[in-house]
């Protein structure tokens, strides 16, 4: 019976003196025992310690209410999530006068908050639900996930910023709760960005396949007299306006042909040319 090719004597035994086999094994236990014990007895103290310096370096934001951010949006996204919490809390009031549909070619569509023009408007930009004298939002408690989540976003699959000079960058600090808070508001927004574009885009199709339908039903539903006039008024409707814009490009036409400076200066010097001959 063959005898086992494996020395039964203890490890330590087998690498002795000079042996590098045993030196390297040795050392590696060194190390490994050294990192185990000061793993095992960190205390209390230095764990809390570097957990807060590991999250501070990743994201703290605590907003300034200063309405700089406010004051400079002039149009902001708003998605079907939105009137949900707006409609539970009841302040759905103050949105809709600055609902708008926005088309975006060749074919989206969103919804967006923006404020119509109006002549002397001491503050024409901004965000529409923005209180410029108190300095605070309308629907603070249920403000448009596009703003409750910035300037943090998610991509579905990484965290990142959508403005690095927001005010509140670096404000204070953040726990551990806020900062998932945070991280929440933006996966939420992120959803709803996702939702609303999958939604809205047939919604919108669908209202206009059924208005063409009701405007051909009206179209049918008119005797021949009612047809020609309509005809006639929208026949005349498109000559007012391509006449218009002939008017318009003829003006503009003769706006150039008009002499320029340069050859008003061309002239003069021609005629005082001649009265020096």
């Known amino acids: ?16 003196g000079n042996n590098l086999k045993y030196q390297f094994f040795n050392n590696y236990r060194k190390i490994f025992n050294l990192f185990t ?18 999250e501070s370096k990743k994201y703290v934001h605590n907003c300034t209410k200063c309405g700089a951010c406010c004051e400079k949006w002039t ?12 409609i539970a809390d009841g302040t759905i009031h103050h949105v809709l006068p600055f609902l708008q549909l926005q088309e975006i070619p060749p ?12 002549e002397d408007d001491p503050n024409p ?39 690095n000079d927001s005010p509140g960058l670096g404000n204070g600090s953040m726990t551990s709760e806020t900062l998932e808070m945070a991280r ?3 996966r939420n927004h992120f959803t709803a960005v996702s939702n609303t574009s999958a939604i809205l885009p047939l919604l919108y199709t669908m209202v206009l396949a059924n208005i ?3 405007s051909q039903e009206a179209m049918e539903s008119l005797s021949e007299e009612d047809q020609q006039q309509l005809e006639e008024l929208l026949s005349k409707s498109k000559d007012d306006k391509d006449t218009e814009e002939e008017t ?30």
């Open 248 to 277: 318009t490009s003829k003006e503009e036409t003769t706006s150039e042909e008009e002499t320029n400076p340069e050859d008003e200066w061309e002239e003069l010097e021609e005629e005082e040319t001649e009265v020096k001959e």
């Open 212 to 214: 063409m339908k009701k």
């Open 37 to 54: 014990f000061r793993r095992d007895n960190m205390s209390d103290s230095e764990s809390s310690k570097e957990s807060k310096n590991t």
């Open 1 to 16: 019976m063959k005898q086992s090719m494996v020395s039964s004597r203890p490890l330590n035994e087998r690498f002795t």
């Open 184 to 186: 929440e508001r933006a």
């Open 75 to 86: 149009e902001i996204p708003v998605y079907i999530e939105d009137f949900q919490n707006w």
């Open 107 to 118: 074919s989206y569509v969103r919804l967006i908050l923006k404020k119509a023009e109006i």
């Open 125 to 163: 930009s901004g965000c529409p639900l923005y209180d410029y004298t108190n300095k605070i939002c309308n629907v603070y408690s249920s403000m448009p996930l596009y703003c409750s989540s910035y300037p943090l976003a998610y991509n579905g699959e990484k965290f990142y910023l959508v403005d």
